[in-house]
C-alpha cells in the first residue's frame, strides 16, 4: 500500500492532459506573439518535467514494440466515430477549475475553426477526431504513454526534443545501433518506416488509416512530432512524399495549438452536421 501514491504519480504527473497542451503554448506561442519561451527549466510546472522525465525515459524501440503487439490488433471495443467521442467525454478531470468544456467540445472547437475557413471536408473531420486516441488513458495507459512530443526511437535522439537530457535515462541510450544518425533504418526510408514513439498520435492513425485521406492520415499521425514538423529535424529518414505531406500537418497544427477556448460550442445544434460527416467516411462501427 506504500507505494501506491509513488505509482499513481508515475502515471499521472500532469495535474490533466491539458496541461501538456498548455507547455506546448508556451512552447510555440502564437506567430503574433513577440515572445519566445526557451526556458525550459524554473518556469516550468513540476509536473510537466516530471511527464517528460517518465516520457524520455520509458519510451524505448522494445516498449514501443509491445504496444504495438498490445493495442493494433484493435480489439478493445467496436463503437461508432461518434460512440468514440462520448466515450472520450468520460475523461473528465473534475479537480481541474480552469475550464467547464467537455472533450466533444474540445475536439468541435478545433473542426469549427477549420470548418470557418473552408477547409475541405476530410480536414474538418480529421480536427474532429484527432484527438480521439486518448481514449488510452481509459484503457490505463500512464499519462506519458498517450501525449507529449512524438519522435523515432531507434536512432539518435535530436537535441531539439524538449528536455533532451531526460533521454540518458533510457535503455536506448547505451545501445551504439540505436544512437547514430539513422540508426536501424535506412537513409531516406520514409517516416511509414520509422518507429515513432508510442502515444494517441500513433494509435489512432492505426484506427482511422483506412478511412481518410493520406494528408488527413499525416495530420493525426505526426501533429505531436514537433520535433520534426516545428524544429525541422529528422530529415534523413525522410523522402519526398513525407515532405509534402508535412506541409499538411503544419496546415493543421495552428488550429491544434490555438483554436481552443472557453466559449463552449454547441454540440446538440452541430451534431447533425457533423454525424453527416462521419457517415461520409466511417461505417457505423469500427474496431478500436
Not at 468544456?101 to 474538418?124: K, Y
Not at 504513454?145 to 535503455?171: L, M, Q, W
Request: glycine share 6%.
Amino acid at each position: 500500500m506504500a507505494d501506491e501514491p509513488q505509482a499513481a504519480a508515475e502515471r499521472s504527473p500532469l495535474e490533466d492532459l491539458d496541461h501538456w497542451e498548455e507547455f506546448l503554448l508556451q512552447r510555440y506561442p502564437r506567430p503574433e506573439s513577440k515572445s519566445s519561451f526557451r526556458d525550459y527549466g524554473a518556469n516550468v510546472r513540476p509536473g510537466v518535467r516530471e511527464f517528460y522525465r517518465l516520457n524520455h525515459t520509458h519510451q524505448t524501440v522494445d516498449f514501443v514494440r509491445s504496444k504495438h503487439r498490445e493495442f493494433l490488433g484493435k480489439s478493445r471495443r467496436v463503437m461508432g466515430v461518434w460512440e468514440a467521442m462520448e466515450y472520450l467525454n468520460t475523461l473528465v478531470d473534475d479537480s481541474d477549475p480552469d475550464t467547464d468544456l467537455t472533450q466533444i467540445e474540445h475536439l468541435m472547437q478545433t473542426a469549427e475553426a477549420i470548418r470557418r475557413d473552408g477547409h475541405p471536408r476530410w480536414f474538418i473531420l480529421t480536427g474532429l477526431i484527432h484527438d480521439l486516441g486518448k481514449i488510452l488513458c481509459l484503457w490505463g495507459e500512464p499519462q506519458w504513454a498517450v501525449v507529449g512530443d512524438t519522435f523515432p526511437v531507434g536512432c539518435r535522439y535530436s537535441e531539439k526534443i524538449v528536455f533532451h537530457e531526460f533521454f540518458r535515462d533510457n535503455p536506448d541510450w547505451n545501445v551504439p545501433e540505436y544512437q547514430t544518425e539513422c540508426g536501424i533504418y535506412e537513409p531516406g526510408c520514409g517516416l511509414d518506416n520509422v518507429l515513432m514513439s508510442w502515444g494517441h498520435d500513433e494509435y489512432l492513425y492505426h484506427v482511422v488509416k483506412d478511412y481518410l485521406p493520406e494528408e488527413g492520415l499525416a495530420m493525426i499521425r505526426y501533429h505531436s512530432c514537433y520535433p520534426v514538423h516545428r524544429e525541422g529535424e529528422y530529415t534523413q529518414l525522410m523522402n519526398a512524399r513525407d515532405q509534402r505531406l508535412l506541409e499538411w500537418v503544419r496546415a493543421f497544427n495552428p488550429y491544434d495549438l490555438y483554436s481552443k477556448g472557453d466559449r463552449a460550442p454547441d454540440v446538440e445544434q452541430l451534431r447533425p452536421y457533423y454525424q453527416d460527416l462521419i457517415d461520409e467516411f466511417f461505417p457505423p462501427q469500427i474496431a478500436w
